[in-house]
């Protein structure tokens, strides 16, 4: 089975969605349309779940860098396991957000360790106007992601972690969850940084590359089915607004690209090679440090 040879676009992109309706959206994997209902899913005291970490980014010597984003995992744990909740890990959202191939990767692992619902924990502000929020979701690759576009999730907010993890427990003895998950480790386990590139990987362009036509992915815009209310459709505009301003600025750093190339809006490598490209360039987000680690280069410190 033929498949594109993959070129990888780094890109360092943070980015930020608001919510504001019953109707949000989650960028996990891709931004989707969640419904939010006051109901968790029933099975997340006896299956297995994986945890997703955000937190603010902060300023070190003149650099952008990830939050602690590990010391809130260890707080979250403690809660989690008292409640019932069985991670087979703790990510950082960045990390799971990075790449398809990087996605592609996750999902064999979660696929592997029998993952059935989803933990996003998030950290917004500092202290004293620091604000927490998770969201409870089941697995879905439906949609070749993580989440499928309108399926439920639940999701509180509170300014005290402890509060927010409150609510959680309150809502499994509402629901009456049947728990069965009582091995829980007692401390997080991390996944980070681990490789995506299973085959070769060349240090320099392969010299049969300028003889081919590059398919280039685009950032894609968010496209929901269905009516939405004026406050999702802002948001919608909103994002693709700035997908619109990425890709622009795509455009303009491909100018100085020596190969030729098309931006294309597809990610699937087999249906890529049937469109007749031999090379695929993917973009792969993330902080220097992690892109290093994820294609297996040396990192130094």
């Keep these: 089975m033929h498949s594109p040879r993959i070129f990888l676009f780094l890109v360092f992109v943070i980015s930020g969605l608001c ?4 109707t949000k959206i989650f960028d996990i994997g891709g931004p989707k ?12 005291t006896s299956q297995r779940s994986l945890v997703i970490i955000s ?30 909740v069985d991670p087979i890990g703790y990510v950082y959202i960045d990390d799971l957000n990075a790449g398809p ?13 029998k993952v059935t619902n989803l933990v996003l924990i998030t950290k917004t502000g500092e202290l004293p106007n620091e604000e927490f929020s998770i969201m409870v979701t089941p697995f879905s690759e439906s949609e070749n992601g993580y989440l499928s576009s309108g399926q439920d999730a639940w999701n509180q907010s509170h300014h005290e972690l402890e509060q927010v993890m409150v609510n959680l427990g309150r809502q499994v003895l509402r629901q009456e969850i049947e728990r069965s998950n009582f091995l829980i480790p007692e401390v997080p386990e991390y996944i980070s940084d681990f490789a995506v590139i299973a085959g070769t990987r060349f240090e320099n362009y392969p010299s049969r590359i300028q003889n081919y036509k590059i398919a280039v992915v685009a950032f894609q815009k968010l496209t929901p089915q269905g009516q ?15 997908v619109d301003q990425k890709n622009a600025l795509l455009v303009e750093i491909l100018k100085k690209y020596p190969f030729k190339y098309e931006l294309v809006n597809i990610v699937d490598s087999e249906e890529l090679y049937k469109q007749g490209f031999q090379y695929v360039m993917l973009p792969l987000q993330s902080t220097g440090k992690s892109i290093k680690k994820i294609l297996n280069y040396a990192n130094s410190d």
């Design 33 to 44: 349309f969640l419904n939010v209902k006051n109901e968790l899913p029933e099975d997340l």
């Design 228 to 242: 939405l209310s004026a406050d999702a459709q802002a948001e919608v505009n909103y994002f693709n607004n700035k």
């Design 19 to 22: 919510a504001r309706a019953q």
């Design 101 to 113: 191939e990087v996605k592609f990767s996750f999902l064999n692992l979660m696929r592997t360790r």
């Design 55 to 84: 937190t603010p980014v902060q300023e070190k010597s003149g650099y952008q860098v990830r939050g602690d984003w590990q010391k809130l995992a260890v707080r979250s744990h403690k809660f989690l396991r008292q409640i019932g």
